[in-house]
Structure formats: C-alpha cells, structure tokens
C-alpha cells in the first residue's frame, strides 16, 4: 500500500463522521422496528442500505432527517445533533441534507424550474429572481436534464426525468449529504444503470455523502462503497460489499446468494457490465 494511500486512510478515520447514530429506537405502538441500531456513514461514501421489506429502513431515513421523532438514541449529522430542538442547528441539517424520494416527489403544478427553485427561495429568500433561475438551471444541467425540461411540468416527464428532476432539487442547497429513497425503482435495466452512473458522477465531482436505500443489487454492485443490511432490528453489518457478501445471516446469504445476487455479481465481473449507452431521457 502507498504511503499516499495510507495517509489517505489516515485522513478518513479523523475527519467527523458524516452522520453518526447511537442507540436508536423506533416503535410504533407495540411494534419495534428498531432498538438500539448504531450506524456510522463516514464522509464521501456511497452507503447502501439494505434489508428486507419492514425492516425500517426508510424509518431510519425520515429519523435522520428529523422527519419523525425516535423513541430513543443520539443522531447527528456532520457532526450536529440533528434530534435538536434548536432552531440553528435544524437549519444547519436541513441545508446540509438533500433528498430524492421515490417518484421524485415533485410538486406537480410546479415546472421543474419551479420545483428546483422552491428550496432557494425558502432558504435564501432576498436572493435575486435572476440568481435563484441560474442557480435552478445549473442544478436542471448537472442531474442530466436537457434545458428544455425546464419549463415542463412533472406529467410531462418520463419517470427516469422526474427522478432527474427530483436530483436537481435535492442539489438546490448544495447539501454534503444526499439521500436518495430506492433512486431505481421503476426505471428499466439501461435507465437504472445511467441513473446509477449519475449518482457516482456527482458524488465524485461534489464531493458527496450519499445514504441510498435501495433494492436494487446492481446499485449495490455497481456504486455503494458499503452496504449496511438492517435485520433483527438494526445494522446487522456495515462493510464493503465483499465482507458483506460472506457476513453468516439467513437474509444476507438468500439476498447476495440467491439467483438474483449471483446475476448483479457477474454483470459486475464481466467486461462490458453496464456498457448500455450514456442516454438522457
Ligand atoms: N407512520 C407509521 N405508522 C405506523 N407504522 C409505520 C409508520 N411508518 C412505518 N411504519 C412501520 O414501520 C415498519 C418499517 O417501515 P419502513 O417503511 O421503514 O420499511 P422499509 O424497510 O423501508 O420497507 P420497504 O422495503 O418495504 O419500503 C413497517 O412495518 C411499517 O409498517
């Protein structure tokens, strides 16, 4: 290993995490869905979260995100307790959170300009009309939109556009982090993957925590620099995808194992996995 390399791994392990939970649990009347879950997303990752359905993972997300409060636990984002009553430091979490739920969750009698601008205007409101437009067109650019899309209302978008759309105004704020809800689902194999190459690229150009739920092996193959699988309540593990794949647990084995996992695993091993065009819906 190179001594850059090293210093490199150095580095990480100082810098705060991006977002550290302890102790987390959530019920919902008598049902537990999670109970003391710890979980560590290190700064410029792509974790994939994964587990079967109930399993809470998008309760994970909205807990995060301060969307619903937890029955117990410590949560803090980029260093912040984002479970903070203070007014400040709230701000601080939602301007440094973007997210991208399933189906975009547009506004549908707002155009795609109109949405992307909706978190400028409610954060920065003495910002210039003119400033938030260029800021919109340039987020509208950067999710793989063409500018034409713009003026278009959701009901006129493909789904893979909406998701687009959906990127665009998670980045309206320039977050650090971004949380994207099963970013895939719906889309076709050539879609999904041009969709998963998108998050990379714009994990790596911004410098991006990324917290993606998803069902989606090939996401996971393809871009998660780890996988953490929630089970029995919380995250049975948090690790690269190969130290995943060998983890002993009923679930993990039938998930990477199973028929499905073995054909993301050699799409990803063979030469021209992925190699569909660079398409733009
Ligand atoms: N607002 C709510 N009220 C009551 N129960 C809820 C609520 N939100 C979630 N739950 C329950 O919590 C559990 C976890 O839900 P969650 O949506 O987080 O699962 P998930 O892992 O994201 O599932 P899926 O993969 O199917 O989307 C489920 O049993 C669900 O019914």
Same mark, same amino acid.
């Given at each position: 290993m190179s001594a850059v390399v090293v210093h490199a791994m150095a580095h990480q392990e100082e810098l705060p995490l991006a977002i550290r939970v302890r102790g987390l649990t959530n019920t919902f009347g008598d049902q &537990? &869905?999670? *109970?003391s879950l710890d979980m560590d997303v290190r700064p410029g990752e792509i974790v994939g979260v994964v587990g079967g359905s109930g399993t809470g993972k998008s309760v994970l997300m909205r807990a995060i995100l301060n969307l619903r409060r937890p029955q117990a636990g410590v949560i803090e984002v980029l260093g912040v307790n $984002? /479970?903070? *009553? %203070?007014k400040d430091a709230r701000l601080a979490v939602e301007r440094n959170t973007g997210v991208l739920y399933q189906n975009g969750a /547009?506004?549908?009698?707002?155009t795609v300009m109109e949405n992307v601008s909706v978190p400028l205007k409610e954060h920065y =409101? *003495?910002?210039p009309l003119d400033i938030v437009h260029d800021l919109a067109m340039l987020k509208i650019r950067l999710s793989g939109? $063409? %500018?034409? !899309? $713009? !003026?278009?209302? =959701?009901?006129?978008?493909?789904g893979g556009m909406r998701k687009r759309a959906g990127i665009a105004r998670a980045l309206a704020l320039d977050p650090a982090l971004l949380f994207l809800d099963e =970013?895939? $689902?719906?889309? %076709?194999p050539i879609g999904a993957a041009a969709f998963d190459e998108l998050i990379r690229t714009l994990q790596q150009a911004l410098g991006l925590t990324v917290f993606l739920i998803t069902h989606d092996l090939d996401t996971l193959y393809t871009i998660c620099d780890r996988v953490a699988v929630l089970a029995d309540r919380r995250v049975l593990i948090n690790a690269p995808l190969a130290e995943v794949e060998t983890f002993d647990h009923p679930w993990v084995q039938e998930y990477f194992h199973g028929p499905r996992g073995r054909a993301a695993q050699s799409a990803q091993q063979s030469p021209n996995a992925h190699a569909g065009p660079g398409e733009k819906e």
């Open positions: &537990v &869905v999670h *109970e $984002a /479970l903070s *009553e %203070d /547009l506004f549908s009698s707002l =409101p *003495e910002l939109l $063409a %500018d034409t !899309a $713009a !003026a278009k209302y =959701p009901s006129q978008l493909s =970013p895939t $689902a719906g889309l %076709d």
